[in-house]
């Protein structure tokens, strides 16, 4: 028996259809100089942090319009995490990971976002690559 026709002569295919969230603009890599820890001397001598961050969000306006105001203007967010890197000491990168967090759901188009925050040079007793916190948060 052969198989139907994915679309018969004549018709057209159905419109794609999505979840709202289903979308996502992801940000890696984003650089900058804080002074968050535990120890004085990284309150002092501050450090590099390096933080990833997955926006979730609907785009099939965007992707029908062809225009900035209907998707997530990801040169702003960026700047706006870099202001949350380089502003008041925290002591845990929890915490760094929560503010940025509140930040990427205050960019209208976000409805939820996942966050990590690596301190490559952490202080432990041991050689590693990296410690990282990832959390999700939502509106």
């Known amino acids: ?16 259809r999505q ?9 890696r890599g984003i650089t900058g100089y804080g002074h968050h820890g535990v120890y004085d001397f990284e309150r002092e001598r501050g450090q590099r942090f ?7 969000l609907d785009l099939s306006r965007a992707a029908v319009t062809d225009d900035l105001q209907h998707t997530l203007d990801y040169g702003t967010l960026a700047q706006a995490i870099v202001t949350d890197i380089e502003s008041d000491p925290l002591n845990l990168i ?3 990971a929560a503010r940025i967090a509140r930040t990427c759901l205050h960019f209208d188009p976000v409805l939820g976002v996942t966050v ?9 007793p041991v050689t590693a690559a990296d410690i990282a916190v990832t959390l999700t948060r939502s509106k």
Do not use: N, Q
């Not at 979840?19 to 940000?27: I, K």
């Open 19 to 27: 979840s709202p969230a289903a979308d996502h603009v992801s940000l």
């Open 50 to 56: 390096v933080v990833d961050v997955d926006c979730s």
């Open 94 to 96: 929890e915490a760094l």
């Open 116 to 124: 990590t925050v690596h301190k490559p040079e952490a202080p432990i």
């Open 1 to 16: 028996m052969a198989a139907e026709p994915l679309e018969r002569a004549g018709s057209s295919p159905a419109p794609m």
